[in-house]
Nanobody, 127 residues
Framework: QVQLVESGGGLVQAGDSLRLTCAAS????????MGWFRQAPGKERECVSA????????YYTNSDKGRFTISRDNAKNTVYLQMNSLKPEDPAVYYC????????????????????WGQGTQVTVSS
């Protein structure tokens, strides 16, 4: 089992950057494929980015590719989401998620694929 705690959200202006951090507690963090999701009011939770257990495979939505970078440090039990050039359409609650998997290289893109979730961190962008 793993517990996830997100941090790093806040209020920024359009064009600014934020780095979200997800700290995991529990055992064997390197056995979990990780994802970042966001949910805006009235909308479904969507996958922003995902990273495999070994960090070698990543996924981004088309709208975020080139602006966002996901990374992980298995020694620190942490996954990051660097968000650059934030847009007025980016505001949402951003969630970190984890899924245990035997595959070192798989990424998972559906919310239903994940077993563990953090409480979320709010990102607000002013234009």
């Amino acid at each position: 089992q793993v517990q996830l705690v997100e941090s790093g959200g806040g209020l920024v202006q359009a064009g600014d950057s934020l780095r979200l951090t997800c700290a995991a507690s529990g055992r064997a963090f390197n056995m979990y494929s990780m994802g970042w999701f966001r949910q805006a009011p009235g909308k479904e939770r969507e996958c922003v980015s995902a990273i495999s257990r070994n960090g070698g495979n990543t996924y981004y939505t088309n709208s975020d590719k080139g602006r966002f970078t996901i990374s992980r440090d298995n020694a620190k039990n942490t996954v990051y989401l660097q968000m650059n050039s934030l847009k007025p359409e980016d505001p949402a609650v951003y969630y970190c998620a984890a899924r245990a998997t035997p595959s070192e290289t798989s990424t998972f893109l559906q919310a239903s694929d994940y077993n563990y979730w953090g409480q979320g961190t709010q990102v607000t962008v002013s234009s």
